[in-house]
């Protein structure tokens, strides 16, 4: 496998002193910290999405990445193409997950029956690939925003033909995460909220959300999933109000409906900064419930108002998402998934190198410093004394 990065091999570690750009500086997969490897505690995944189907294409201008797995005319071939090169691009960086869409995989075909045939066929190919690799499927999830379709919600929308394309994408999409060992599944409800109030039954809409989380949690029992079910709290983009908006409002409605047992939260950077939190807000939140089961690692910019999905670099950002996962012993179902994209002006092929390995080596760091923070117990014991009364 060296045909869509030859000019990278497996990206070693150096230590801090290097000044290699192809090479860790933190990040030493088999280090020991407490009691696991650095791998076992960070479980970083690659987004299939934003690193093998993004074009670098913003609302005011086209694609910039050239993505030469992305360009056989045949949607079948096309898709192998781009298996073929995430894995390439995975084991040459070394991280042991990846997360996907349905739709980042397969292409829908022109009836629902080809669009189930194109994901099998992908699924196998995949199995494959990660029996060679021993690289894994961390989770899986559908895409229920991307399609015209689904212009006024999956889930939630008014048109019962819409919400059953919906519900039967959904269990195909289980199967796919089940057939590939997937130890969750998510969902984040890009399109699950409202644009105006005038025409929306937020009653309506908030319960057949909820009937659905049911019938997804019945199905994947069924179905032989063994994992956890997360919700990814979004306050609002693409919707104007997102029903999934923030950890807290999570926890409110999973319990309203009665779905606590069967999910957890996926608590994403640039999400929780959307809903002007900060991102050790929607974790201490999530985890104090006990309710904390991956991370999307991310991170906006405070300058501007919409979701960047950059890589994570803040290393104070990383050392409190850190500490929180240590001090809940670690994520059992879950990881850390970087849902981030290179920017507009990163089209070379190696950008995607230089992005992932900043990102692990930040929160290798930060993985570092925060075990020190829960040994030296400075913050236990001021909470400790100040609660002491
Ligand atoms: C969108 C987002 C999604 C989810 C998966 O903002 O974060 O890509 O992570 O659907
Ligand atoms: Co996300």
Redesign the pocket.
């Known amino acids: 496998m060296n045909t869509y990065f030859p000019d990278v091999g497996r990206i070693p570690y150096e230590g801090p002193a290097s000044t290699n750009p192809l090479a860790f500086r933190h990040y030493d997969a088999d280090k020991v910290v407490g009691d696991q490897t650095m791998a076992e505690h960070l479980r970083f995944a690659v987004?299939y999405?934003h690193s093998f189907c993004g074009t670098g294409g913003d609302p005011f201008g086209s694609g910039t990445r050239p993505l030469p797995w992305n360009v056989d005319p045949d949607p079948i071939a096309q898709a192998h193409d781009r298996l073929d090169a995430a894995f390439e691009f995975m084991a040459k960086l070394g991280v042991k997950y990846y997360?996907f869409?349905d739709r980042d995989i397969a292409p829908e075909g022109a009836t629902i029956k080809e669009t189930n045939r194109n994901l099998k066929k992908i699924v196998a190919r995949a199995k494959d690939l990660q029996k060679r690799t021993g690289i894994k499927l961390l989770w899986g999830?559908a895409?229920l925003?991307g399609h015209p379709r689904y212009t006024y919600g999956g889930a939630t929308n008014p048109d019962p033909l819409v919400l059953a394309h919906a519900a039967s994408q959904v269990r195909r999409a289980i199967d796919a995460t089940v057939e590939l060992g997937g130890t969750g599944y998510?969902f984040?409800g890009?399109r699950e909220g409202y644009v105006s109030l005038i025409n929306t039954d937020m009653k309506q809409e908030r319960e057949q959300l909820a009937n659905f989380m049911h019938m997804a949690v019945n199905y994947a029992k069924k179905a032989g999933f063994k994992g956890k079910f997360f919700i990814?709290p979004?306050p609002k983009?693409p919707s104007t109000h997102q029903y999934d908006f923030d950890a807290a409002t999570c926890l409110g409605y999973l319990k309203e409906f009665g779905l606590e047992d069967s999910f957890q939260l996926?608590i994403?950077a640039?999400?929780a900064t959307l809903a002007t939190h900060s991102f050790q807000h929607d974790l201490t939140v999530a985890s104090s419930a006990g309710m904390l089961g991956s991370l999307?690692i991310n991170r906006g910019d405070m300058t501007v108002g919409w979701?960047t999905?950059q890589f994570p670099t803040d290393i104070y950002d990383a050392v409190w998402a850190m500490y929180i996962v240590l001090g809940q012993g670690g994520l059992k179902h879950g990881g850390l998934?970087f849902?981030a994209k290179v920017r507009r002006g990163s089209f070379d092929s190696v950008d995607l190198f230089y992005a992932h390995i900043g990102g692990m080596d930040a929160f290798a760091r930060a993985l570092v410093i925060a075990d020190k923070l829960h040994q030296d117990k400075v913050f236990k014991k001021v909470i400790a004394d100040r609660y002491a009364g």
């Open positions: 987004c999405w997360c869409h999830t895409n925003f998510v984040w890009g990814e979004k983009e996926n994403e640039n999400h999307d979701d999905d998934n849902d």
